[in-house]
């Protein structure tokens, strides 16, 4: 397919060559130009025997039957020359104005049947760039309801109340009470923002109007502030209603003041858009969700009292939310009796409510894959290592010696989070590759931390460089294998330093500030002395030093659980928590025989 500029530049070249080939036409079926004062001195001659006259243009032949073509300046006296010339003479009228429209118009239509040919769209797009039609999605298979948003109560609890609005408008308006119109929701992606909005109209029964922020950013200038008025009129139309723009920062942005000339289209369109907002009458009842996950980026016009002046923060769900969330969308297939979501949920930190219908659909395939009647655990399971870290490689060529030193590596892990205090709980250790991995230690932590400390976060760092150590105790070995884990390490030794306030030579300062809020982009706050960026360095070498130190020495001490540990693996690829349960409360037990 092609878009509509590489179209608008085929009909243009099209059209070009098009009036080329009819002037080479018209060139070689026109008979040789004479000058008129040429053509004067050849009818005194007596050469012209016949002459044909359309308007201005002449053409004839000569007394050798040669035809010569000529442009008469002044066509008045030119008749009673010729006739003194005895030159038979034939006549057209010059074209009138109405074959000159039919012609133009013949012109249009043929350009117009190109575009259609070309891009498959309606040929009254050409002349109409603006009209696009905003169509309501009311049918019922598409409802949502609150129903159908999890784990987000206050959000919707909060949102009730438009609900309530757009039912008993009427009321409302008689009483004259202060009427909301705008509601912004924000917050990270997959949240369920746009799920929300849609529960509102489907719980008011009225049309919903989706729009993305995106779809006014037009290439001709002045379009977006028009769509945005068609938008508006559509829905007053349609009162009581609802308008959802998603992503709106990409209209809602900051204004320049208009000294930026690619800014100015979006501009004109966020002004139509302010004025659209101000200008309803009491008797409309049209509501205006926007959502983004960029709030710091807005104009803040935006925001004013009868604008977004409700803003809703969505946030990532928390362990309980995930379940309810969960449970949502497990209502659609069979799940096996067995199925325990407070398990699954705490195995998927960090999802968002996109990421867990994903992950429900994925587990649904896996189970339809093996023919089975119900989704179960393992399906679960299979499907978030799956979304997590890519397939399994199972059959990939790995040599031995590769295995042996992973089975350390993640042992090493492994048995650091088991033999450490305050660690979040193993749950799996494996040695099958996957995506680019070859091997991974997961851990769960039992709830949602919302807060760490200094302990937690040490033992964190001990646990990641676990692996590298094992490896150099064993092979006495240094490998690439261990750089992720390394980065993350020395990621929380930083944060620790710079941003936690726990380093007792920094002190409880902050050296660096989370700028984006919902980005997780972090940047310095300001310029550092290049004396405190030597000292936070020094600090974090001092942390993870001593960490690898105190690993090192706990790993030494127990040498022979890291062998087994590592045997085991090695045999059954795959460790779960109550088997590793089940090696340790061996090694103990022959320990003491
Ligand atoms: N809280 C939730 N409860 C149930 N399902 C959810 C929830 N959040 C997200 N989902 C699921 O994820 C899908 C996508 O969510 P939605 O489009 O509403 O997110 P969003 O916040 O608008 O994301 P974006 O900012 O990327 O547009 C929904 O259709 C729904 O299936
Ligand atoms: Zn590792």
């Given at each position: 397919?092609?878009?509509?500029?590489?179209?608008?530049?085929?009909?243009?070249?099209?059209?070009?060559?098009?009036?080329?080939?009819?002037?080479?036409?018209?060139?070689?079926?026109?008979?040789?130009?004479?000058?008129?004062?040429?053509?004067?001195?050849?009818?005194?001659?007596?050469?012209?025997?016949?002459?044909?006259?359309?308007?201005?243009?002449?053409?004839?032949?000569?007394?050798?039957?040669?035809?010569?073509?000529?442009?008469?300046?002044?066509?008045?006296?030119?008749?009673?020359?010729?006739?003194?010339?005895?030159?038979?003479?034939?006549?057209?009228?010059?074209?009138?104005?109405?074959?000159?429209?039919?012609?133009?118009?013949?012109?249009?239509?043929?350009?117009?049947?190109?575009?259609?040919?070309?891009?498959?769209?309606?040929?009254?797009?050409?002349?109409?760039?603006?009209?696009?039609?905003?169509?309501?999605?009311?049918?019922?298979?598409?409802?949502?309801?609150?129903?159908?948003?999890?784990?987000?109560?206050?959000?919707?609890?909060?949102?009730?109340?438009?609900?309530?609005?757009?039912?008993?408008?009427?009321?409302?308006?008689?009483?004259?009470?202060?009427?909301?119109?705008?509601?912004?929701?924000?917050?990270?992606?997959?949240?369920?923002?746009?799920?929300?909005?849609?529960?509102?109209?489907?719980?008011?029964?009225?049309?919903?109007?989706?729009?993305?922020?995106?779809?006014?950013?037009?290439?001709?200038?002045?379009?977006?502030?028009?769509?945005?008025?068609?938008?508006?009129?559509?829905?007053?139309?349609?009162?009581?209603?609802?308008?959802?723009?998603?992503?709106?920062?990409?209209?809602?942005?900051?204004?320049?003041?208009?000294?930026?000339?690619?800014?100015?289209?979006?501009?004109?369109?966020?002004?139509?858009?302010?004025?659209?907002?101000?200008?309803?009458?009491?008797?409309?009842?049209?509501?205006?969700?926007?959502?983004?996950?960029?709030?710091?980026?807005?104009?803040?016009?935006?925001?004013?009292?009868?604008?977004?002046?409700?803003?809703?923060?969505?946030?990532?769900?928390?362990?309980?939310?995930?379940?309810?969330?969960?449970?949502?969308?497990?209502?659609?297939?069979?799940?096996?009796?067995?199925?325990?979501?407070?398990?699954?949920?705490?195995?998927?930190?960090?999802?968002?409510?996109?990421?867990?219908?994903?992950?429900?659909?994925?587990?649904?395939?896996?189970?339809?894959?093996?023919?089975?009647?119900?989704?179960?655990?393992?399906?679960?399971e299979?499907?978030?290592?799956?979304?997590?870290?890519?397939?399994e490689?199972k059959?990939?060529?790995i040599?031995e010696q590769e295995r042996r030193i992973t089975a350390y590596h993640e042992s090493g892990h492994a048995l650091v989070a088991w033999l450490?205090?305050?660690?979040?709980s193993l749950h799996k250790i494996t040695i099958i590759p996957?995506?680019?991995?070859l091997g991974l230690t997961q851990q769960?932590?039992?709830?949602?931390?919302?807060?760490?400390?200094?302990?937690?976060?040490?033992?964190?760092?001990?646990v990641?460089?676990g692996g590298?150590?094992a490896e150099?105790l064993v092979f006495?070995?240094?490998?690439?294998?261990?750089?992720?884990?390394?980065?993350?390490?020395?990621?929380?030794?930083?944060?620790?330093?710079?941003?936690?306030?726990?380093?007792?030579?920094?002190?409880?300062?902050?050296?660096?500030?989370?700028?984006?809020?919902?980005?997780?982009?972090?940047?310095?706050?300001?310029?550092?002395?290049?004396?405190?960026?030597?000292?936070?360095?020094?600090?974090?070498?001092?942390?993870?030093?001593?960490?690898?130190?105190?690993?090192?020495?706990?790993l030494?001490?127990h040498n022979r659980l890291l062998h087994d540990l590592a045997e085991v693996l090695l045999i059954n690829e795959t460790i779960d928590a109550e088997e590793m349960e089940i090696i340790m409360e061996c090694r103990n037990r022959t320990e003491?025989?």
């Amino acid at each position: 397919m092609i878009n509509r500029v590489q179209a608008a530049l085929l009909l243009v070249c099209l059209t070009l060559l098009g009036l080329l080939s009819y002037n080479a036409w018209l060139l070689a079926t026109t008979p040789p130009e004479v000058t008129y004062s040429e053509f004067i001195a050849n009818l005194q001659k007596g050469k012209i025997t016949s002459v044909h006259l359309r308007g201005a243009e002449i053409t004839g032949e000569y007394d050798s039957g040669e035809p010569f073509s000529s442009y008469c300046p002044d066509p008045s006296g030119l008749v009673r020359q010729l006739l003194d010339n005895n030159v038979a003479i034939t006549a057209d009228a010059p074209p009138t104005l109405f074959a000159k429209i039919v012609h133009m118009m013949f012109a249009l239509f043929t350009m117009a049947a190109l575009w259609t040919l070309l891009t498959k769209r309606s040929p009254r797009e050409l002349f109409k760039v603006k009209e696009k039609g905003f169509q309501a999605t009311t049918s019922q298979a598409d409802r949502k309801t609150f129903g159908d948003v999890a784990g987000i109560d206050e959000v919707a609890e909060e949102l009730r109340e438009i609900v309530d609005f757009l039912k008993h408008h009427e009321t409302y308006n008689l009483l004259g009470g202060h009427i909301p119109r705008g509601v912004l929701l924000q917050g990270p992606p997959g949240t369920g923002k746009t799920l929300l909005a849609k529960a509102i109209a489907g719980e008011a029964s009225v049309p919903f109007y989706h729009i993305g922020g995106s779809d006014f950013v037009e290439m001709f200038a002045g379009v977006g502030a028009l769509r945005v008025r068609e938008l508006f009129s559509t829905a007053k139309k349609n009162s009581p209603c609802i308008v959802f723009i998603d992503e709106i920062d990409a209209i809602g942005g900051r204004r320049s003041g208009g000294q930026n000339g690619s800014h100015e289209e979006r501009e004109q369109t966020l002004n139509a858009l302010l004025v659209e907002m101000d200008g309803f009458a009491s008797n409309e009842t049209v509501i205006v969700i926007a959502a983004t996950n960029r709030p710091d980026i807005l104009d803040p016009a935006l925001l004013r009292p009868g604008r977004f002046d409700r803003q809703l923060t969505v946030s990532l769900p928390s362990l309980r939310g995930r379940v309810k969330i969960l449970e949502v969308h497990t209502r659609q297939i069979t799940v096996s009796e067995t199925l325990n979501l407070t398990v699954i949920a705490q195995g998927i930190p960090g999802f968002n409510g996109a990421d867990i219908a994903n992950l429900v659909n994925e587990a649904a395939l896996t189970a339809a894959r093996k023919k089975k009647q119900a989704v179960g655990m393992d399906d679960f399971e299979e499907a978030k290592d799956k979304i997590i870290m890519g397939l399994e490689r199972k059959n990939s060529a790995i040599n031995e010696q590769e295995r042996r030193i992973t089975a350390y590596h993640e042992s090493g892990h492994a048995l650091v989070a088991w033999l450490l205090p305050e660690t979040d709980s193993l749950h799996k250790i494996t040695i099958i590759p996957r995506g680019i991995a070859l091997g991974l230690t997961q851990q769960l932590p039992l709830e949602d931390r919302y807060t760490y400390s200094l302990k937690y976060l040490m033992n964190k760092i001990k646990v990641l460089l676990g692996g590298r150590i094992a490896e150099k105790l064993v092979f006495n070995h240094l490998s690439t294998g261990a750089a992720n884990d390394l980065g993350a390490a020395t990621d929380i030794a930083l944060r620790l330093v710079s941003e936690w306030g726990m380093s007792s030579i920094l002190g409880p300062a902050v050296y660096r500030r989370k700028q984006h809020q919902f980005l997780g982009d972090n940047s310095v706050t300001g310029p550092l002395s290049e004396a405190t960026c030597r000292e936070i360095e020094l600090e974090v070498r001092r942390i993870i030093n001593e960490c690898y130190a105190e690993t090192e020495e706990l790993l030494r001490s127990h040498n022979r659980l890291l062998h087994d540990l590592a045997e085991v693996l090695l045999i059954n690829e795959t460790i779960d928590a109550e088997e590793m349960e089940i090696i340790m409360e061996c090694r103990n037990r022959t320990e003491k025989e």
